[in-house]
T-cell receptor, first 112, second 113 residues
Framework: GENVEQHPSTLSVQEGDSAVIKCTYSDSASNYFPWYKQELGKRPQLIIDIRSNVGEKKDQRIAVTLNKTAKHFSLHITETQPEDSAVYFCAASSNYGQNFVFGPGTRLSVLP | SAVISQKPSRDICQRGTSLTIQCQVDSQVTMMFWYRQQPGQSLTLIATANQGSEATYESGFVIDKFPISRPNLTFSTLTVSNMSPEDSSIYLC??????????FGQGTRLTVV
């Protein structure tokens, strides 16, 4: 089955700096890769996603890149703000939104 | 998008008892999913609930412990049976919309004492 690894497990950055979180997956059949943000005590919420036929996607300060050959994808957050502090989960799915396998999560702290 | 109502939001239960968690969606969906999120951990899929058929359980989860109902296309329940302290966790339901992202309910924080 699919296995998703995520690094780093914790990340601290100064406000205004960039943050990068990386994930690798094992199943070459995976074709959909969402990123979720989970604030303390709240439900995970989608922040950006990418499909296997796209190499990069950007939405304001957030971008995701995908390398299908190497089976890894990354989340990039620029100009970080304190409200970006949360746990971020990557996930992989081989059926466009079903059977998600989540990475272990990255706790991002943006220091003022 | 989908609006998912999950209840209860939290509960404290005695060991050996059972708790049923309900998940209501504002639109019809083919598949609903149940996840467990242990403290400080990631989300682990328990089972996939299809309307009109038995749920499909992931490795490590069994129907006797986590029976699931899916009576229609907008509703599902997950029961945590014969609870022990190790079952203390957050349980989340989710749905996939248009074959894309998963939307999550607000979760049920279960504490077993």
């Amino acid at each position: 089955g699919e296995n998703v690894e995520q690094h780093p497990s914790t990340l601290s950055v100064q406000e205004g700096d960039s943050a990068v979180i990386k994930c690798t997956y094992s199943d070459s059949a995976s074709n959909y890769f969402p990123w979720y943000k989970q604030e303390l005590g709240k439900r995970p919420q989608l922040i950006i996603d990418i499909r296997s036929n796209v190499g990069e996607k950007k939405d304001q300060r957030i971008a995701v890149t995908l390398n299908k050959t190497a089976k890894h994808f990354s989340l990039h957050i620029t100009e970080t703000q304190p409200e970006d502090s949360a746990v971020y989960f990557c996930a992989a799915s081989s059926n466009y939104g079903q059977n998600f396998v989540f990475g272990p999560g990255t706790r991002l702290s943006v220091l003022p | 998008s989908a609006v998912i109502s999950q209840k209860p939001s939290r509960d404290i239960c005695q060991r050996g008892t059972s708790l049923t968690i309900q998940c209501q969606v504002d639109s019809q969906v083919t598949m609903m999913f149940w996840y467990r999120q242990q403290p400080g951990q990631s989300l682990t899929l328990i089972a996939t609930a299809n309307q009109g058929s038995e749920a499909t359980y992931e490795s490590g989860f069994v129907i006797d412990k986590f029976p699931i109902s899916r009576p229609n296309l907008t509703f599902s329940t997950l029961t945590v049976s014969n609870m022990s302290p190790e079952d203390s966790s957050i349980y989340l339901c989710s749905v996939g919309v248009q074959g894309r992202e998963a939307f999550f309910g607000q979760g049920t924080r279960l504490t077993v004492v």
